[in-house]
């Protein structure tokens, strides 16, 4: 099984930053892609940044140019630099690996139980 752990939720003011840390633990065999969603009170569960090992990356059209997605596939890490951050950027932050924890296994969604990030006007 793979768990994931995120970390670096925080209550910070419009304007400023905060970094997000996932790792994940556990059997992992094979990562195809890794990811950030975020669910804000009373609204569905959105994609905020998405990359793959080989480098592929997009982001929801609400983050770009103020989000950035990097990752360690070989740390099976993943982090999310959040800049320039306004209230509507408030939301409980989850972690998705796309990953197969051996190699009998077909790749399956693992998600953390997220991070609360909340941001002040």
């Known amino acids: 099984q793979v768990q994931i752990t995120e970390s670096g939720g925080d209550l910070v003011q419009a304007g400023g930053s905060l970094r997000l840390s996932c790792v994940a633990s556990?059997?992992?065999?094979?990562?195809?892609?890794m990811s950030w969603y975020r669910q804000a009170r009373r609204q569905e569960r959105e994609l905020v940044a998405t990359?793959?090992?080989?480098?592929?990356?997009n982001y929801a059209d609400s983050v770009k140019g103020r989000f950035t997605i990097s990752g360690d596939s070989a740390k099976n890490s993943v982090y999310l630099q959040m800049d320039r951050m306004k209230p509507d950027d408030t939301a409980v932050y989850y972690c998705?690996?796309?990953?197969?924890?051996?190699?009998?296994?077909?790749?399956?969604?693992?998600w953390g139980r997220g991070t609360q990030v909340t941001v002040s006007a």
């Open positions: 990359m793959t090992p080989s480098g592929t990356i």
């Open positions: 998705n690996f796309y990953a197969s924890p051996d190699p009998r296994s077909g790749p399956d969604f693992w």
């Open positions: 556990g059997s992992v065999f094979r990562i195809y892609d």
